[in-house]
């Protein structure tokens, strides 16, 4: 009988799990799918470890209201069919935040649970739905050893200088500080950096993370030095419905003069903003890119105008630039947007050839160039296997439960 590895990542609106096999260094996920438009209109998607499609047969129906860990019982009857005879002996979960104490991923112990519950109010979007996913399969297999992995954790490198904000001391003793985010993606890119760079992987790179969320990482010998999210996953970049970096300024003039309440603000911030809110139109850089309407180039213009000071601004943070990494859905696969920021980083020496762009080609950059320019496929999955695996089933196991 084969033991496998579940990997969940939970979200408002998604639900994306892997299954790797338990066997350390088995990097290749035996599926690998997802449920999207949870709460509105749910559609499953699944490939097998050849890439071919799985049909959602085995699946029950899925009740447009339910939630992601609603969709869990159903999941693991769906993975155990397709996968006759394996057991999954664990699970590992994306948990977006760890708040100040966790720089690794940990074994979920009902301690843990109640910790990373006190820091909801810091990720109010996405942490209730992580920590509902690990709940609900705790119910359903309470043997089941599970891993929290942290979305804070690689950026525990930084220095203090770049966690802390100009604000009283006494709030940055309570942990109002930098944390940063995207960091599963950041410890995959991290990892890759010596196949594609060589001795130039320890040097100066920025790693763009384009998705719905979108952050950008300035990374030394593979280690996060500086990054473009803060205390939450609100700030820096201008996301898919995010305002990212804000005036607070504009914050008080809403409480006082909108006489907005805080979850009005909230819902505006987080849900109403970014490409939706300054396109109307839509959240999807490709829906954008398909629409002629003035407000749509604005927006995309917009975009990339705040990616590309984010990422001249963290240069500033490692002394310079060797390389300029584009991934996640817009950073893999749109050429346009890649375009517009490297033309914004010419001054810098940022150089791309057109044909390899348009291709998603892995190196843009001319062969020689001073800074190179990559586009990597993340996958925070992989990343989420290895640390469940070592924790549930490697040396460091018995030490951890
Ligand atoms: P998440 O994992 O947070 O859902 P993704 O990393 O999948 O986000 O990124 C989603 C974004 O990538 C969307 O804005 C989507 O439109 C964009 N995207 C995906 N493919 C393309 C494409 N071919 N051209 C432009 N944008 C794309």
Redesign the pocket.
Known sequence: MTDVILVLNAGSS?LKFAVYPKTEGANSPLLRGKISGIGTKPVFSARDAAGLELLQHGFAPIDPKTTADGLIPNLLDWVQAHLSGATICAAGHRVVHGGPHHAGPAVVTKTLLSDLEALVPLAPMHQPHNLAAIRCLAAKAPDMPQVACFDTSFHHTQDRLAQIFALPRALTDEGIIRYGFHGLSYEYIASTLPSYLGNRADGRVVVAHL???ASICAMQNQRSVATSMGLTVLDGLMM?RRCGTLDPGVVLYLMEEKHMSAQQIKTLLYRQSGLLGVSGISN????L?QTDAPEAKQAIDLFCYRAAREVASLAVTIGGLDALIFT???GE??ATVRADICARLRWMGVRIEAAANVQNAARLSPRGADIEVLVIPTDEETIIAQATRALTCGAGAAAQT
Request: proline share 0%.
């Open positions: 998604s998705g719905s969320g898919g999807d850089m490709a829906t890119e996640a859905g817009i696969n749109s």
